[in-house]
């Protein structure tokens, strides 16, 4: 749901660089239930996801994600970006480090907008 804003920070001039990050990384290997999903952030998740046309299906459980990187090479890969996201201040997704600012979460297009503009000036 943040291709969007990758977008907009591309127009403007901001390189944008993928780097993995998982945000909760004390569930356990077989996950945890999820339980119900309300309030604020789940209602803007949810008018994110009906934007971009991309269907919303909440899992009963979350998943460990770390299980999908068996190899040693990718392990050792997510370790350093992680590590590198950490030293930058990132807490949440989406997260994005552009001239040493940290823009974090999913903020409404026209704010994402306006940080853009100011960042593409540099």
């Known amino acids: 749901m943040a291709q969007?804003?990758?977008?907009?920070?591309?127009?403007?001039g901001v390189e944008v660089v993928h780097?993995?990050?998982?945000?909760h990384p004390e569930i356990p290997v077989d996950g945890v239930e999820a339980?119900?999903?309300?309030?604020?952030?789940?209602a803007n998740l949810e008018r994110e996801a009906a934007a971009a046309g991309l269907p919303l299906n909440w899992p009963a459980r979350l998943s460990n994600t770390r299980r999908a990187l068996s190899d040693a090479t990718a392990a050792?890969?997510?370790?350093?970006?992680e590590l590198a996201g950490s030293e930058a201040g990132v807490r949440a997704t989406p997260g994005w480090l552009a001239h040493g600012r940290l823009i974090s979460?999913?903020?409404p297009p026209a704010?994402?907008?306006r940080i853009a503009e100011s960042l593409g000036d540099n």
Do not use: C, K, S
């Open 105 to 107: 979460g999913l903020l």
């Open 4 to 12: 969007h804003r990758n977008d907009i920070l591309e127009r403007h």
């Open 19 to 23: 780097l993995p990050y998982q945000i």
């Open 111 to 113: 704010e994402f907008e």
């Open 35 to 42: 339980g119900p999903r309300v309030g604020a952030m789940y």
């Open 76 to 81: 050792t890969w997510l370790a350093e970006a």
